[in-house]
């Protein structure tokens, strides 16, 4: 295929998403969604404050003076969070690194854009439940209603495999086995698999929610809306505000801050860590690429720390040098010669 050298990069703008996200790093479906938008969100930028409309882009527009003002102009216009302007940060850098060794031509223009710096953000304490908030969120669905039962299902999963909201939302019956051992595979970023254990109770209610709810058709998604749609992460956030709303007015001393769908995932990790499982299994069991990750619920949990300042406090006491009868007799002597 001859290009033309003008059009370099819409050119490679367009092996980026048709090629290279999809089939040479197999970046989930979200991924590609997010740099898509982030990549839309400049264009129209670069049309409305430049006068250049994307068919005329060239490697020699994007300096880091612009691409600063997009980010501002996201925060200040779109009322964007820190979060969001560093993801679309990402996706321009992502990008721009994928060109870098492609085309010589804008090799100098990529080193200037990987130069913007992202924005340092307060960093936030993780949120978690305890197991009692969790076991009172669990109680509070009606089983004897479909649709509460489904609501039971989508909470049970979320918390006993410790998924990523949209982990749950693409399961289909195929992938939940029921043995001695229920597993359920998950498809997680990356396209990587790891198959999860969940116990008895947990299997007892999504199989229950499969029969009752005739979600048997291995192809078709798990969980479903009342127009039998695949749920939304909106939808899996709507039934979990409403039962934690039901919960906070039975306990008012619970659930002070605000509970989003990876409270879950959070909470049985931290669950699993109280409990003495290794930070290894952990990994896994999350799908964490690394450990350094996990360790980050060590380092938040506060009964951990506690366990290790006592354990450690106690080897650094100062032995006593001399013995109780060796005190007794030293004071003896210094009533009687002093």
């Not at 527009?61 to 560093?86: H, Q």
């Not at 801050?257 to 990994?283: D, P, Q, T, V, W």
């Not at 964490?288 to 006592?310: C, F, G, M, R, W």
Request: aromatic share 10%; charged share 25%.
């Amino acid at each position: 295929m001859v290009r033309v050298q003008n059009n370099s990069f819409a050119y490679y703008l367009t092996k980026y998403f048709s090629e290279y996200l999809p089939n040479q790093i197999a970046a989930s479906g979200n991924t590609v969604r997010s740099y898509r938008d982030a990549f839309v969100q400049l264009m129209d930028f670069y049309k409305q404050e430049y006068h250049i409309p994307p068919e005329r882009l060239t490697y020699s527009d994007f300096t880091a003076e612009r691409i600063e003002a997009f980010l501002r102009s996201l925060e200040e216009k779109r009322g964007i969070g820190i979060s969001t302007r560093n993801q679309r940060l990402a996706a321009i850098h992502s990008f721009f690194r994928y060109i870098q060794y492609r085309d010589p031509a804008g090799f100098e223009q990529c080193a200037v854009v990987l130069s913007v710096p992202f924005k340092k953000a307060e960093t936030k304490p993780m949120n978690y439940m305890t197991l009692e908030e969790i076991r009172l969120l669990l109680s509070l669905p009606e089983t004897g209603n479909d649709n509460q039962l489904r609501d039971l299902a989508v909470m049970t999963m979320l918390y006993e495999s410790g998924a990523r909201v949209q982990e749950v939302i693409d399961l289909t019956p195929a992938n939940v086995r029921f043995s001695s051992t229920a597993i359920v595979e998950l498809h997680g970023k990356g396209n990587k698999t790891r198959l999860v254990p969940i116990n008895a109770d947990a299997a007892s209610i999504v199989r229950n929610y499969i029969r009752r709810c005739k979600r048997t058709d291995i192809s078709e998604p798990l969980f479903v809306n009342r127009k039998g749609e695949k749920l939304t992460r909106a939808g899996i956030q709507y039934i979990i505000d409403k039962y934690v709303s039901m919960a906070r007015e039975q306990r008012p001393d619970l659930f002070k801050n605000k509970i989003s769908n990876h409270c879950f995932r959070h909470s049985k990790a931290m669950h699993l860590l109280e409990a003495g499982i290794n930070l290894i299994y952990i990994r896994d069991f999350l799908g964490h690429t690394s450990v350094v990750t996990t360790e980050i619920y060590a380092k938040t949990n506060p009964k951990i720390k506690e366990d290790q300042l006592k354990k450690h406090s106690a080897s650094v006491t100062t032995p006593d040098k001399y013995s109780r009868k060796e005190k007794e007799d030293l004071i003896d002597w210094l009533k009687n010669n002093l």
